[in-house]
């Protein structure tokens, strides 16, 4: 997938990793605001407009939103690289606020499912993600 369209979904993906649970941690903005500025392949990108664009349509759609961008993740032709990037993303947004929730859980499977990421390198790359370590 050409880098600007996996941006766009890599943002969309990003966003409701943060919503699915029904609402934004200042945590999980903070965690994708800072990816924002670091990351490389957001530096270009103007996400402020796209994330205007995707709390409107969180208010229009409510969490169903999750769930078309799910359905849509199983479409894409992803690189391995980019499955990576999307589930780094992702797990890291959802746990950035320290407390993991069903409906997180649940998303990350489907997630993982839709793009087609073996539950293995998951394991193998965070251990138990869906567990909050006691700082």
């Known amino acids: 997938m050409e880098p600007k ?17 029904g609402d934004i941690a200042p945590e999980e903005e903070e965690y994708l605001r800072k990816i924002e500025k670091s990351d490389f392949y957001l530096k270009e990108f103007d996400m402020s407009s796209k994330l205007d664009t ?55 499977n489907t997630l993982m499912r839709n793009i087609k990421f073996p539950a293995n390198i998951i394991e193998s790359r965070y251990g138990n993600w869906s567990i909050i370590q006691a700082k």
């Open 54 to 108: 995707l709390i409107s349509d969180w208010q229009l759609h409510g969490l169903n939103l999750c769930d078309i961008v799910l359905n849509s993740a199983y479409k894409l032709e992803l690189t391995e690289s980019q499955k990576i990037i999307i589930m780094d993303f992702a797990i890291g947004i959802t746990r950035a606020d320290g407390n993991m929730q069903q409906s997180e859980i649940n998303f990350i």
């Open 5 to 21: 369209k996996f941006t766009e979904v890599l943002l969309e993906i990003a966003f409701v990793s943060m919503v699915c649970d």
